[in-house]
């Protein structure tokens, strides 16, 4: 059978699991991490390996461009995975998620780290960038597969508020996955087949916002040249939990990128 019959056989059993989703987005996010009971490798999150190999992908970027007497404000921050990796690289790191469900599961993975805190809050919704910069001052952004579950204009808000917190002297590091197929190949690169759905695979169908891919080009639309300035940028590979008969973690094309105020 071929490989484009195959994945058009994915089609139904995607419309429905998708169709399951809240229309609310924010709705989607607390159902989906409220229904989270393990994490790391093998875990119940998709994109939480619980594997170094990544963040050291990321590792020099950072630490060369981050000015490090700033904080550091990890948005969609999720079950806290970079915020400790971050926590070990600055004196003092924010968890941002939109969800108070992730928040809880990611201070209870932090307990005992004194330089972190956390903070339910949505990075794209009107005041936020305000709200923010009144908290910790400015700040150094580090995003993780945020952007490409946003819409244009939210994406957009997001980048503005993101704008108001690093001020003259932070940076925004940023690193989303960028995969050059259609949606259905991705599902089959991640297992999905006509016949089975791995279960972490399965949760976020059921949840979340359609993902999209978020590379160069949805950069340079997103942070437009008049209030951003490219540092640095280039492929990452970002990656998910074990979702094969391996039980290796799986890697996923992706994109980084180093803004600045312009």
């Not at 009107?126 to 819409?151: C, Q």
């Not at 704008?163 to 999905?192: D, H, K, M």
Request: net charge neutral.
């Amino acid at each position: 059978m071929s490989k484009l019959w195959e994945r058009m056989l994915l089609v139904p059993s995607v419309v429905r699991l998708a169709s399951r989703a809240p229309k609310d987005p924010a709705a989607g996010w607390e159902g989906y991490w409220r229904g989270i009971h393990t994490t790391g490798h093998s875990g119940d999150v998709l994109w939480d390996s619980g594997s170094r190999t990544e963040s050291e992908q990321y590792a020099d970027a950072v630490v060369a461009h981050f000015d490090p007497t700033l904080p550091v404000i990890d948005v969609g921050c999720g079950n806290g995975t970079y915020t400790r990796w971050l926590a070990g690289l600055f004196p003092s790191v924010l968890g941002l998620d939109v969800s108070s469900g992730a928040v809880e599961l990611a201070k209870r993975e932090a307990e005992g780290l004194q330089n972190t805190d956390f903070m339910v809050l949505d990075a794209a919704e009107a005041g936020a960038g305000e709200r923010l910069l009144e908290r910790m001052g400015p700040a150094n952004i580090f995003v993780r597969g945020v952007f490409h579950v946003l819409k244009p204009n939210k994406q957009a808000s997001m980048a503005a508020n993101l704008r108001t917190v690093i001020r003259s002297s932070g940076r925004v590091f940023l690193t989303e996955t960028n995969f050059p197929g259609n949606s259905l190949a991705y599902l089959q690169q991640l297992g999905a087949t006509r016949r089975s759905m791995p279960p972490q695979l399965q949760s976020a169908l059921e949840n979340l916002p359609r993902p999209g891919r978020f590379g160069a080009q949805e950069r340079n639309s997103t942070f437009p040249d008049a209030d951003w300035q490219l540092v640095t940028d280039g492929p990452v590979n970002i990656e998910v939990v074990s979702m094969g008969r391996l039980g290796l973690s799986q890697q996923v094309p992706g994109y980084f990128a180093v803004l600045a105020g312009a």
